[in-house]
Nanobody, 124 residues
Framework: QVQLVESGGGLVQAGGSLRLSCVVS????????IGWFRQAPGNEREFVAG????????KYVDSVKGRFTISRDNAKNTVYLQMNSLKPEDTAVYYC?????????????????WGQGTQVTVSS
């Protein structure tokens, strides 16, 4: 059974940084495409970033390009989301999700495993 566990969320001031971790168990992260999503209260779930297992290609939503970076550590079976220059509008619960196919869809329904989420709060 594949499981994903996020950590690293917290409270940070605008302009600050956080690094989220998504630890994968039950499957090698080098064979698993990971997407990061977020959901703020009253909003729909939004794709943030993703990395393909086959090509290490990455994809980002426009609002985080240049500020967020997704990376992978195969030895630790972990995918990271480095978030810099955080803004209050980045406040949300952040989830990582996995899928076996190498493409990086923005629709959450295309992912078959989800973590429990980690709260990120950015104060102004």
């Amino acid at each position: 059974q594949v499981q994903l566990v996020e950590s690293g969320g917290g409270l940070v001031q605008a302009g600050g940084s956080l690094r989220l971790s998504c630890v994968v168990s039950g499957r090698a992260v080098s064979t698993y495409t990971i997407g990061w999503f977020r959901q703020a209260p009253g909003n729909e779930r939004e794709f943030v970033a993703g990395m393909s297992w086959s090509t290490s290609a990455t994809k980002y939503v426009d609002s985080v390009k240049g500020r967020f970076t997704i990376s992978r550590d195969n030895a630790k079976n972990t995918v990271y989301l480095q978030m810099n220059s955080l803004k209050p509008e980045d406040t949300a619960v952040y989830y990582c999700a996995g899928r076996q196919r190498p493409t990086i869809p923005k629709s959450g329904s295309e992912y078959d495993r989800w973590g429990q989420g980690t709260q990120v709060t950015v104060s102004s």
